[in-house]
């Protein structure tokens, strides 16, 4: 069984940086896409950011310029660098992937279970 184990969250102050990581533990073929979303309880779960395979990136417009997702593929592990954090970017983390898990197999959709970031002061 693939499972998606993130870490990095936790409390920082205004201004401070944080880089969370997601890697895939288990059996597994590939992983193509990742990304990251996060979710303020009593909203909508939102994109922060992606990374395909090849290393094409998107963020979310209100991350641009202070966050940065990258990849290493030897370790199949992603990556969200978080600088200049403000209280908005509160919210649980999660990390998803399209993994193959064996040849042949199409792709599936993983989820982490979040990591908590917490801006404050």
């Known amino acids: 069984q693939v499972q998606l184990v993130e870490s990095g969250g936790g409390l920082v102050q205004p201004g401070g940086s944080l880089r969370l990581s997601c890697a895939p533990s288990?059996?597994?073929?590939?992983?193509?896409?990742m990304g990251w979303y996060r979710q303020v309880p009593g909203n909508q779960r939102d994109l922060v950011a992606t990374i395909t395979n090849g290393g094409v990136t998107n963020y979310v417009d209100s991350v641009k310029g202070r966050f940065t997702i990258s990849r290493d593929d030897a370790k199949n592990t992603m990556y969200l660098q978080m600088n200049g954090l403000n209280p908005e970017d509160t919210a649980n983390y999660l990390c998803y992937a399209f993994v193959r898990r064996r040849v042949g197999d199409p792709w599936q959709n993983y989820w982490g279970r979040g990591t908590q970031v917490t801006v404050s002061s």
């Open positions: 288990g059996s597994f073929f590939s992983i193509g896409t």
